[in-house]
């Protein structure tokens, strides 16, 4: 599976972005998968998770009520509506997929995931 990470871009604060990521190859829509973001000075942070089916969504503490992840299985892509951007969201984002297992995982983790795209460059500045 190969993902494609795209929409990232500089805004001021306050303004919004949506970033996709858009699955090809194997079975692709039927993948869980996650948003991540890392900095040169943070290690890799957990954003968001959407399981294949889009019945269940989680957010991290520090996005939740201004970013949404969702997800068009027709198109193969999911997406991150980013609200509310402030100055600590820059960061690169990638976006993750979870190989279909039928097992328990930690969606926070970035070991749970198999597949990972190239990242898109968000930049919040004023």
């Known amino acids: 599976v190969q993902l494609q990470a795209s929409g990232g871009g500089l805004v001021q604060p306050g303004d919004s972005l949506r970033l996709s990521c858009t699955a090809s190859?194997?079975?692709?829509?039927?993948?869980?998968t996650g948003w991540f973001r890392q900095t040169p000075r943070r290690e890799r942070e957990f954003v968001a998770h959407?399981?294949?089916?889009?019945?269940?969504?989680y957010h991290s503490n520090s996005v939740r009520g201004r970013f949404t992840i969702s997800r068009d299985n027709a198109k193969n892509t999911v997406y991150l509506q980013m609200n509310s951007l402030k100055l600590q969201d820059t960061a690169v984002y990638y976006c993750?997929?979870?190989?279909?297992?039928?097992?328990?995982?930690?969606?926070?983790?970035?070991?749970?995931?198999?597949?990972w795209g190239q990242g898109t460059q968000v930049t919040v500045s004023s």
């Open positions: 993750a997929a979870i190989q279909p297992h039928g097992g328990t995982y930690d969606y926070s983790e970035p070991g749970s995931y198999d597949y």
């Open positions: 190859g194997g079975t692709s829509s039927r993948y869980a």
């Open positions: 959407i399981t294949w089916k889009g019945d269940n969504r």
